[in-house]
């Protein structure tokens, strides 16, 4: 999908599922004066047949289900996904309850699943809400304007003394000598 | 009639026996057959109003199921719970709804969550489950765990093979700027543009947080949960199941974290009712109120940053006491922010409610009489428009609130502009009370020192929230978890009235109506239209519908 | 009495353009603000207090037992921010930062994942704490009763109950 340099604007579709409403109301800020994402392009609408993005907040309740999977095939290809929130993402705080299907991971495995569709391109909001200007963000980095920052981390310790008698009862007297010994200071 | 604490406590005494759980909080165990009396008695002769009803499954600690319905009573300010037991084979109780109307919903709710039968209820219906959960499977029940719901008892299956992605989407006309989006809708009958009736279809929104909190969380972190059922008004959830568990469990909070509390109740309300014009605005084609409006609004959600660290879901509480201090600096930013709000809003908002289309739009319109809201049991500015005065912050005084001076505006009229002029005056008295509260602050500790929780301790926490008044009932448990925990939103009591006040009224002023009883899941845009004599359905957009003439 | 448009007009003309720059310029959010989490590293001792208060379980920690370590994992996705793993970590390894520019295309890279080295059993040779987490205990156990460390909860539970003060073995 060609998502060209905030040239062409965006309007965007936005689909509640069953969320407490915190995320709706900064997507909502994002249109009043101090933000005014008008400005660059980006536009409200209310049918899903008119977007071109649809933004998700929310966990997907068992009762939206239907309506949400409805909403997301009568939005026209070429699409994209804007997942806002720490429920949308994951699940938020309720990932595991009855009558939550989970985040937009759980509804794409659905979609997989029963519809053999072909996942759209999809950004991550997290934060409970997002910041207004962390959503702007999102949808920069979707079209590309600007770079991710957020990158996957990972650490493995690499040399751990070993642990003998000896060592473990005149612990200071080897901290003192040896130094860069890693136990957690404060 | 009574009216000291103690005559109505001998009234109660002939029906059963009394007990005080807590400060100003009594529970009263009647029989199964006397609970219409006592119900009736406390609503209508005694002036009190009917809350909340809670169902509960004590068979782990005494055999039954149990009901409690809780009634407030400003006069005496005192609560009082009327507890009831239930047959745990077949659980059967006479049904207050003939009597209170209010506990309609409520009641429907206790029978799809532990399968509780309200005999003489008139419509004993599905209300919050999803239309497709299996029949005989009542998820609050302890015998039935979080994983098998979710794994073995319900499937995803089930639900969207009904589905077909070809179905038929109706185009709305014309894009625009729609309002807060929520799932949920309501079907108005009409004749030509004349409402006849309508009927509400909601709760999309049910997450099942009450399962939750029992199975998974401990007690200190529930209030991040409680904080997560509202968008706009979180924080007194917070506050009102913090203050339930503290009052079951006799902990003592410093006056400090009281005040603290109080400051960002208020600062929540102000920003709340703000949202609320600029909503209100919007549906009536004014879009440049709902701008101004929120423009405002954003000096104080910065404010709330400054205090707390985010802008929504502070995240303040714990059990016991306050997580973060207020300094100086701060308190001198706060009261700048407070007097930049009180001169524009003077300026603006002013000038704006006076409008000749704002009033002509807004004047007796969704009328709701005193006699109604009192069947109904609305609370919060529904009510104080109507007629009726009551606020928890004066009557039933928590936190802070016993050392403030205030004035609880009430009108008589009670049409959307009286909700309007109701909340107006709101504002400026949080203004007032929040220079105090920040002059005043007294120094001391943030945390209470003994936080022990005692086990199978009731407790009752109430707050007014933006919305009206929230109830939040606790029963604690063992290994530093809830037993049972039933937190009850104002919206609750308040969009039943709806129905009420949609019948004869235009078709066009339909979302202002919606609007005005401040729905905690707010308007949503689809709004079903069944025109009675035609026999056609339409589903329309709810900026067409509002688009209509003013009268 | 009715008001009449222009006045309103007048104010809205007042107040001006507040729109911040924003994605053009950057923006500063205050002192004490929750942003996003991270775990420092040399710090972590993998004792897991900050899994057991997280309310949505965005911190999960497991034990890889072919390897020999303990894997802590954060994931942003689920995280609310509530920063009550800073309030209990023992290390102040984990911290929230002013960070709140958290977007990313691939919901893999929202995770963070730390792995320590274990130690095992003396006696029955069983992975059973971080060696990290030994040495931070270690401190502030007196010094004759520091090698009943080294063995795993079972063992220690035996050998004590035979030897009464001294963990001569």
């Not at chain 2, 004749?191 to 939750?212: L, M, P, Q, S, T």
């Not at chain 3, 520091?146 to 063995?151: F, G, K, S």
Request: glycine share 6%; aromatic share 10%.
């Amino acid at each position: 999908m060609s998502l060209k340099l905030f040239r062409r604007s965006l309007w965007v579709y936005h689909l509640n599922s069953g969320g407490c409403n915190g995320c709706d109301i900064e997507v909502l800020n994002i249109f009043t004066p101090y933000h005014d994402v008008e400005r660059l392009g980006i536009k409200l609408v209310a049918s899903p047949r008119h977007a071109d993005v649809i933004v998700f907040t929310g966990p997907i309740t068992r009762e939206t289900l239907p309506k949400a999977i409805r909403a997301f095939f009568a939005v026209p290809e070429p699409k994209a996904v804007v997942a806002v929130g720490s429920c949308a993402c994951g699940g938020g705080i309720w990932y595991d309850s009855y009558a939550v299907i989970g985040g937009i991971e759980a509804f794409y495995r659905i979609l997989e699943k029963y519809y053999k569709v072909r996942l759209p391109p999809t950004v991550y909001v997290p934060g409970c809400p997002p910041k207004p200007e962390a959503i702007i963000y999102g949808v920069a980095v979707l079209r590309g304007v600007l770079k991710q920052k957020q990158r996957k981390t990972y650490f493995l310790e690499k040399e751990v003394p070993t642990l003998t008698r000896d060592f473990i009862v005149n612990l200071e007297k080897y901290m003192k000598q040896g130094g860069e010994i890693s136990i957690g200071k404060r | 009639m009574p009216t000291s604490i103690y005559e109505v406590l001998e009234l109660m005494r002939k029906y059963g026996r009394i007990e005080k759980i807590h400060k100003d909080t009594y529970i009263v165990e009647v029989k199964a057959d006397k609970v219409k009396d006592v119900c009736s008695i406390l609503h209508w002769k005694l002036g009190g109003h009917f809350s909340v009803t809670v169902g509960s499954d004590e068979r782990l600690i005494n055999g039954y199921f149990a009901i409690y319905h809780v009634f407030l009573l400003d006069e005496q300010k005192i609560s009082i719970i009327v507890h009831t037991k239930a047959n745990p084979a077949i659980p059967k109780i006479p049904s207050i709804t003939p009597i209170i109307p209010g506990a309609n919903w409520h009641e429907r709710e206790a029978h799809d969550f532990f399968g509780i039968v309200f005999e003489n209820h008139p419509n004993l219906e599905r209300l919050i489950l999803p239309y497709d959960w299996p029949e005989k499977v009542y998820p609050l029940r302890k015998d039935v765990s979080i994983e098998e719901l979710r794994f073995k008892i319900l499937k995803p299956e089930t639900v969207e093979a009904k589905v077909k992605p070809e179905e038929e989407y109706i185009v709305p006309i014309g894009p625009y700027h729609p309002a807060l989006h929520e799932p949920e809708y309501f079907e108005l009958y009409v004749e030509g543009e004349r409402i006849v009736d309508a009927k509400y279809k909601g709760f999309h929104v049910h997450r099942g947080i009450e399962k939750i909190a029992e199975e998974r969380l401990t007690i200190n972190q529930i209030p991040f949960i409680a904080e997560r059922i509202c968008g706009i008004c979180g924080y007194t959830h917070n506050v009102a199941y913090c203050q339930a568990v503290e009052y079951a469990a006799n902990i003592d909070v410093p006056l400090r974290a009281k005040y603290i509390r109080s400051i960002l109740l208020e600062i929540e309300r102000i920003h709340s009712h703000l949202l609320w014009f600029g909503v209100l605005f919007h549906l009536l084609g004014f879009d440049t109120g709902f701008m101004m409006t929120w423009l405002v609004r954003e000096k104080i959600m910065d404010l709330a940053e400054i205090l707390t660290g985010n802008r929504k879901n502070y995240g303040m509480n714990l059990v016991g006491g306050v997580r973060r201090d207020i300094n100086e600096g701060k308190i001198k930013l706060s009261l700048e922010t407070l007097d930049y709000v009180e001169y524009k809003l003077g300026n603006i908002l002013n000038k704006m409610l006076k409008l000749k289309e704002i009033m002509s739009r807004t004047k007796e319109i969704g009328l709701l009489s005193r006699e109604e809201a009192r069947k109904l049991s609305v609370v919060g500015p529904v009510a104080r428009a109507s007629g009726i005065s009551t606020d928890v912050r004066k009557y039933h005084p928590y936190a802070a609130y016993g050392e403030l001076e205030f004035k609880v505006p009430v009108y008589d009229a009670g049409d959307v502009y009286s909700r309007v002029l109701v909340r107006y005056d709101e504002i400026f008295e949080s203004i007032s009370m929040l220079k105090q509260l920040l002059k005043n602050i007294p120094k001391g500790d943030l945390m209470a020192e003994n936080v022990e929780v005692p086990e199978y301790r009731k407790g009752l926490g109430l707050t007014e929230a933006p919305r009206g008044e929230n109830v939040h009932l606790v029963i604690t448990g063992r290994e530093n978890k809830v037993y049972r925990w039933r937190p009850r939103a104002p919206s609750y009591n308040n969009v039943p009235s709806t129905l009420v006040m949609l019948k004869g009224e235009n078709l066009a002023d339909a979302p202002a109506i919606i609007a005005s009883i401040d729905p905690c899941f707010s308007c949503t845009d689809h709004v079903v239209v069944v025109d009675v004599k035609r026999g056609t359905r339409r589903t329309l957009r709810l900026k067409e519908i509002s688009r209509g003439r003013a009268r | 009495m009715k008001a009449s448009r222009i006045e309103i007009f007048k104010e809205a003309l007042k107040t001006g353009v507040v729109t911040k720059k924003y994605p053009f310029e950057p923006i500063e959010v205050p002192e004490g603000f929750r942003g996003k989490p991270s775990i420092d590293t040399e710090k972590c001792i993998g004792c897991g207090a900050c899994v057991s208060v997280c309310p949505p379980n965005a911190l999960s920690i497991e034990v890889d037992a072919k390897r020999g370590v303990k894997r802590i994992m954060l994931f942003l996705g689920r995280c609310i921010f509530c920063g009550r793993c800073q309030e209990v970590c023992p290390t102040e390894a984990i911290k929230l930062s002013r960070e709140f520019e958290l977007s990313s295309l691939n919901s893999k890279d929202l995770y963070q994942v730390v792995e320590l080295k274990m130690a095992k059993c003396k006696i029955c040779g069983r992975y059973y704490a971080t060696v990290r987490q030994i040495l931070f205990t270690a401190r502030n156990v007196p010094k004759d009763q520091r090698p009943l460390l080294l063995l795993c909860d079972e063992c220690r539970s035996k050998v004590s109950a035979k030897y009464i003060s001294y963990a001569r073995w």
